[in-house]
């Protein structure tokens, strides 16, 4: 069973920049699998903010960037604000279905 | 602007069944593909289902395979999921979410609607 793994929960200063990560149980996350980002406050629909590793969707700041890290898919926020505070999911394509991480909570303070 | 509205939602008790709709404007509905999407109270993000612009192929979560059936009427603009035998754990926000093709993700989203399955 494919598993994507993410960090529960992770925290940043204002200003700061913060790497969330996204793996698989199995193997390497490698630019094939279309690693997807999303933000998510709570009571919200989730919002997409970066798709195909690294193309950052319509009206996404610049400070969000997708990479690949290593063996991992990477979420970076640069000058992180306030609002920025919400939970992250990440999402794999694996042909046919599609896989979500269980999220990471980011917190800003 | 690209809309999805969700609707449909609502409590049913275990076993029985349901229909979601996803209204969608603001874009060419039959040239994309669409998908499902839930979140069960406190839990993460979950892909339900898939269909094809024109509904020729539809894939499913192995949790709900043979139980919901994901499809879609063109000529109304809109997105169903037949949801049968339905059990407590299906309870969640049901999205559904616009394909982004070739690019394999979820482009734009609905705001959802709720579904309760208890006794």
């Known amino acids: 069973q494919t598993v994507v793994t993410q960090e529960p929960s992770f925290s940043v200063s204002p200003g700061g920049t913060v790497t969330l990560t996204c793996g698989l149980n199995s193997g390497s996350v490698s630019t094939s699998y279309y690693p997807s980002w999303y933000q998510q406050t709570p009571g919200q629909a989730p919002r997409t903010l970066i798709y195909?590793?690294?193309t950052r969707s319509s009206g996404v700041p610049d400070r969000f960037s997708g990479s690949i890290l290593g063996n991992k898919a990477a979420l970076t926020i640069t000058g992180a604000q306030a609002d920025d505070e919400s939970d992250y999911y990440c999402?794999?394509?694996?042909?046919?279905?599609?896989?979500f991480g269980g999220g990471t909570k980011l917190t800003v303070l | 602007q690209v809309q999805l509205v969700e609707s449909g939602g609502g409590v049913v008790q275990p076993g029985r069944s349901l229909r979601l709709s996803c209204a969608a404007s603001g874009f060419t509905f039959s040239s994309h593909g669409m998908h499902w999407v839930r979140q069960a109270p406190g839990k993460g993000l979950e892909w339900v289902a898939v269909?094809?612009?024109?509904?020729?192929?539809?894939y499913y979560a192995d949790s709900v395979k043979g139980r919901f059936t994901i499809s879609r009427d063109n000529s109304k603009n809109t997105l169903y999921l037949q949801m049968n035998s339905l059990r407590a754990e299906d309870t969640a926000v049901y999205y559904c979410?616009?394909?982004?093709?070739?690019?394999?993700?979820?482009?734009?989203w609905g705001q959802g609607t709720l579904v309760t399955v208890s006794s």
């Open positions: 979410a616009r394909w982004g093709g070739g690019n394999e993700y979820f482009q734009h």
């Open positions: 269909i094809w612009y024109d509904g020729s192929n539809k």
């Open positions: 195909s590793t690294n």
């Open positions: 999402v794999l394509y694996m042909g046919g279905s599609w896989v």
